[in-house]
């Protein structure tokens, strides 16, 4: 079994930066097989949606409102997401993913 644990997240000002990051732990040949790692957030009343994504290889996607604030990176199995330029409607549960397993979620609340 993989487990995914994140950590970061917190309240921020518009306009301020925070950090995430997910490190995958657990059955290391399951681990191994781990190929596209993202984050994807959830806000109040609304349907979970993609945020960021990076392969193994290191390509990455994101999504159009996040482009050119948040940039995702890895190191093996620990992704890391820089938010930066934070708005208001960036207030969500932010989860980690990857092997279809999803992490408990962190909170990230932006105030205007």
């Known amino acids: 079994q993989v487990q995914l644990v994140e950590s970061g997240g917190g309240l921020v000002q518009a306009g301020g930066s925070l950090r995430l990051t997910c490190t995958a732990s657990?059955?290391?040949?399951?681990?191994?097989?781990?190929?596209?790692m993202g984050w994807y957030r959830q806000a109040p009343g609304k349907s979970r949606e993609l945020v960021a994504t990076?392969?193994?290889?290191?390509i990455t996607d994101y999504a159009n409102s996040v482009k050119g604030r948040f940039t995702i990176s890895r190191d093996n199995a620990k992704i890391t997401l820089n938010l930066n330029s934070l708005k208001t409607d960036d207030t969500a549960i932010y989860y980690c993913s990857a092997l279809n397993i999803w992490g408990q979620g962190t909170q990230v609340t932006v105030s205007s």
């Open positions: 990076i392969t193994r290889e290191g």
């Open positions: 657990g059955n290391i040949i399951s681990i191994r097989r781990i190929n596209d």
